[in-house]
């Protein structure tokens, strides 16, 4: 039982470029969460899927896109990164909306 | 704007003692509250959830919850070195499909 799985762990790149992280839960939980963490600043809210089928805004939305492929997986999409969007981002997922949250191990992401 | 505020730290205590993190948060209507730790480079586990006002204990932990007041408490007895971490308060807000908002942490360092 993996809990939940994200990849890469690391990544660099540059000004411009796009990426994709990429997660998955085996716990068969209904609700996925993306989180970046910088330092002074906490955790933040940039997307979730409260469902299958469903994605809705966090607090820091901008510069970035989630897909929900099923209920496994849900990945997270920059397109043109920025050296604003260099941080840690984790997944997490709970059994429904708003329960316990499980988190992923973390993905650190540098933006030259 | 739901908030959670906690004091960032580092909170010191000898191995032994009992230290005592606090948590307040602004939406009167939340529901749910949860204690993670977080240690330096790794993802944020779950240590206890709590609902209803008054005590909770599980092991080592106590959390405390005073709706009234809007304030939850996290209480770690006996503190071991292997307890520095940073703590993270959560809460889940009062409408129904509310997402955790998380605090910014508290550092707990215990020294030998």
């Known amino acids: 039982n993996a809990g939940v799985t994200q990849t890469p762990k690391f990544q660099v790149l540059k000004t411009g470029q796009s990426m994709t992280l990429q997660c998955a839960q085996d716990m068969n939980h209904n609700s996925m969460y993306w989180y970046r963490q910088d330092p002074g600043m906490g955790l933040r809210l940039i997307y979730y899927s409260a469902s299958e089928g469903t994605t809705d805004k966090g607090e820091v939305p901008n510069g970035y896109n989630v897909s929900r492929l099923n209920k496994r997986e849900f990945s997270l999409r920059l397109e043109s990164a920025a050296p604003s969007q260099t941080s840690v981002y984790f997944c997490?997922?709970?059994?429904?909306?708003?329960?316990?949250?499980?988190f992923g191990p973390g993905t650190r992401l540098l933006v030259l | 704007q739901k908030e959670v505020e906690q004091n960032s730290g580092p909170l010191s205590v000898p191995e032994g003692a009992i230290a005592s993190l606090n948590c307040t948060y602004s939406d009167r209507g939340s529901q749910s509250f949860f204690w993670y730790r977080q240690y330096s480079g790794k993802s944020p586990e779950l240590i206890m959830s709590?609902?209803?006002?008054g005590d909770k204990e599980d092991g080592r932990f106590t959390a405390q919850l005073n709706k009234a007041s809007q304030y939850v408490s996290l209480l770690i007895r006996d503190s071991q070195p292997s307890d520095s971490a940073t703590y993270l308060c959560a809460v889940k807000g009062g409408r129904g499909y509310s997402t955790l908002t998380f605090g910014k942490g508290t550092m707990l360092l215990v020294s030998p």
């Open positions: 997490a997922s709970s059994m429904d909306h708003g329960e316990t949250q499980y």
């Open positions: 709590i609902y209803s006002n």
